[in-house]
């Protein structure tokens, strides 16, 4: 939001996020891939989008299965409406078997839903049913706004700790990184939950100097984007 | 800060990603809240054709405009939507699907084109075919159904075909057991990935006297070419190889399989899969003038007739032609319009300075006039884009869109190019632009048309000083949202207070009125106000925290008269220290239990001590008197005063400390002080007040 420009400070020091200097990446489907890809330990590799709608439906969003070997693959659907049919559980768990048998290392599936930040309790619940129903061993992830470690509700939070194996909080929004992202990550120290930073390739970052002591920090990912995308 | 974005997602649903390929990217959506919108964010689009809107949206709001498509009526049992949104919200508005099941199994042309994906529906067709066959013994039927069940592909490998269907074929004797024991056979090496004996089973049944075999076969032999022409096509992420050449004479005769099919079978049931399938062949040999070709013909029909919905071809074009597509490649005026609108994308501010390429020139454009012939409007209107948005003359807007503000209903094209008159009238200042927007009301009857007018109307009447208009009984701007951001921004104490108490205006919007009022009167000076605003509060009104004002509950009212929530320092109910305040408005403990009660209700950089910037609604300077409420100004001048008792100096010095715990950044609002200070505090608090409860309790400052 525009109204962060004007009311909050943005680091003087902030630099650019260069890929080469992480090694987990978001690939967005659009998105090409690029050679730093070869030194990542984690791709989050975007499945499907589930679409609102009568029928709610889960549409592909990869031309082809993938076949990834080497680094660990989070599956990621983008999610748009919480209201599953059984049909698209099935789906979802079909092509986690897919991806598997393809030969990649899945280790878990990341949900990416725009949860507000008052209805966390909500999202949780789905999530806790999704948990049971995926195959032990796999994980599960979600995407997080940075606004939940400001003023998550406490017990929303809390509920997600007890179900999510990690968040990846974006600090960006379109292809802009939030102006006033420092300020909403100094309460990061609220957030119960194992947690990563979503940079945005080539968008500004500089690191709030208590990241890297907070105990549940658990790195970055890096959202790669297309180098001529306007 | 933080809680104006909270707000600002409540009051539109907001989305966070999504994957068109111009469109790429994740948002956490806060709009914009103004008519303009030269980039592209994903939370700012509009019902009018707009470089800033997604690609997608443009698209089905041209499919929309399409003689006979009905999708795009509004519905009045429905909310009004906002004046801003994302593409899900409108694609889920406009686009109903083609019918209620669709099968998802079928759709090749975007997703996966795997051989494996009509593994399921292909089992029951199967069925099917095998129950209407009539001189076919039970006893193969029965084997039949149990081979066809037994096949279980690997999708991922291509390996050896599964021998059950061989096994089949011996324990046939009839020649219609025989036929289908030979589809099963194809089938099982399509599944495997052995297209050339697929190729071979599936010729053999193209004259077969089964009608479903001959039929499936045709297309079967088909989906094989295709298949054979995705082998090496993609890369290990499953993205499309940049260095994977395909095969010309495999595509050739996989679009001539098709095509066959296509002929053969002009209402057959695979023929909206085939067509698909063929796009998805022009797609992997990089033939963009015959993909945009296909798409121009599916833009013409409805979604019945082209088994696709307006949404999905809208997604299908954008991830597939759109990424590559030139204007050399196609005459079709609602693909280039698409193209030239994102070619006419420009810096929304100086953080998106390097956000676009060159913008299409007047002469590039011009050069596409022919193909425009027959749609002169649309061609019009983008000539006044370009001078609007990339070479910022809104007087040649008024010169290629003449007014026509009255209309029984706007297209949305005619919405578009009105709309973009209206946007140049208010550029140049004219005097008639409010009476422009009024005009164009009644006509505004489709979805998301209203709200945008609504919005012109706010942003008019706040920056020429009449907010009144807004809030009168008649006023024609009604959408919640517009209204309340007003409200809470730029309103006046007179205004707050007369919404607060006008029982005809919205339940929402009156405690909206109420909170913002109550919350200034305690905080930038008219204390004795809060005594008399404070009873208006319902009995019983919720105190939870206040994680935003405009979002579908009701504001937490109660905060304000509750006795729960109210410190560490001994403070009596708020009203009773807003009374102290407007008695003495130097009076350090009421001073002090302001902070505190506004420390303990977490209202520390709460969305009502901030503004949007001033190209946006509420973006003017505030008419209610006073500034931002800062608890460290607060503590600062109690530090700074020589008449402050002792125990709310050495309250305020431990509280002033705090505001940059543990992370060494202000909480506190204000312009904050530098860490030599917090140091000088930390030592005041423990030198000069050694005794006090809040000396002995901290052990550090940051």
Redesign the interface.
Known sequence: ????????SVPARAIPVVADRYDAFW???????QPV?KQARQ?Y??Q??V?????V?????????????GPEVWMVV?V?TLRWTPHIYD?LLAQLT?WQ???NHVVGIQI???A???HLADYAAFLGDLRHRLPGGCKLGI?G???WS??G?PMGLDALAGIVDEVVL?I?????V???Y??????L?RLPIPFRIGLLQGGDWLP???LVTNPRFRGYVV?L??PD?? | MSRLCALILMSLACLAWHTPAKASGDFGCTPSWKLAHGNLTGCDNMAMLSPGNDTRINLLLLIADTPGNTSALADPKRPAPDALFEWSTLANRLSPLPDKTPSNDSSYADGEGSRCLSNMSGTADFEAALTAASKLPDNERAILVGTRRGLKPDCAHDGKADPSAAKAVAQMKSATGRAFAGYLLGAAAFYSGDYDSAAGQFAALRNSNQAWLKETARYMLARVEVNRLQLGAFDEYGALSPTAKSDQKISAGAEAALQDYLKVYPHGRYFVSARGLLRRVYWLSGDRQKLAAAYAALLAQSPASRGLADDALAQEIDSKLLPKMTADDTTNPTLLAVLDLVAMRMPDGVADKDCCGEPLTLANLEMQRHAFASSPALFDYLLAVQAFYVTRQPRDVLRLIPDHAAQGSFAYLDYSRQMLRGMALEAMADRNARGFWLQMIPGARRPFQRPAIELALGLHDERTHALDKIFTSQSVVQTPAIREILLTNVADARLLRQQANDTSSPAHERAVALFTLLYKDATRGPYADFGRDVALVPAGASSDPAYGLLGDNDPPLGIFTQTKTLGDYGCPALKDSEARLARNPRDGKAILCLADFMRANGFDDFSLDTQPPKDQLGGTPSLFPGSAYSRLEAYRGIIADPKAAASDKAYALYRAINCYAPSKVNACGGPGVAVAQRKAWFQKLKAAYPQSNWAQTLEYYW
């Open positions: 939001m525009s109204a962060l420009a004007l009311t909050c690939l967005w489907a659009g998105v090409r891939p890809l791709i590799l975007l499907g989008e679409v609102a709608g009568d029928p439906r889960l549409i592909a969003q990869r031309p082809a299965i993938p076949h990834i070997t983008r748009q789906q897919r048998a393809a030969g990416d839903f725009d507000h930040t008052r995407t706004l940075l606004d400001a003023n509700d974006q960006y929004q379109g292809h802009h939030i102006p006033g420092a300020d909403y990550l100094r309460r120290d709030p100097p208590a959202f984007t297309n995308m306007p």
